[in-house]
């Protein structure tokens, strides 16, 4: 889930974005929750559809979210400070606590619009 979008540039994030669109080609299924005010931003807008073209779904939220990164349900990335741009992030391996936030994602999910 992404709140705002994040003021990551340069090198590490071209990295980061290249190595997860080759993976998405590769047939990697990724589900992304996106706050609505991020598509006020062309080039905040076109980050988030380029990930959607290649296999990437999507929904939009209007509600208050935090950004959580869970791979394959047994690992999770939640930021040390919940402040939008704070540096740090908790890894949680517990499944119990992964087992919420998936949950936390799915009702998310649920309510949000489908993808552009």
Request: charged fraction near 25%; hydrophobic fraction near 40%.
């Amino acid at each position: 889930m992404h709140p705002v979008g994040s003021p990551e540039k340069g090198r590490q994030e071209q990295k980061s974005r290249r190595s997860v669109l080759d993976a998405l080609r590769r047939g990697m299924t990724m589900r992304t929750i996106v706050h609505a005010r991020v598509l006020d931003d062309p080039r905040k807008a076109a980050r988030v559809r380029e990930p959607h073209a290649v296999g990437d779904s999507h929904r939009i939220v209007d509600e208050p979210i935090q950004q959580v990164l869970v791979f394959e349900r047994t690992a999770a990335f939640v930021r040390i400070i919940p402040v939008a741009y704070s540096p740090g992030a908790l890894v949680i391996r517990q499944q119990g606590l992964i087992t919420i936030l998936i949950d936390l994602f799915e009702r998310t999910w649920a309510r949000g619009n489908g993808g552009h």
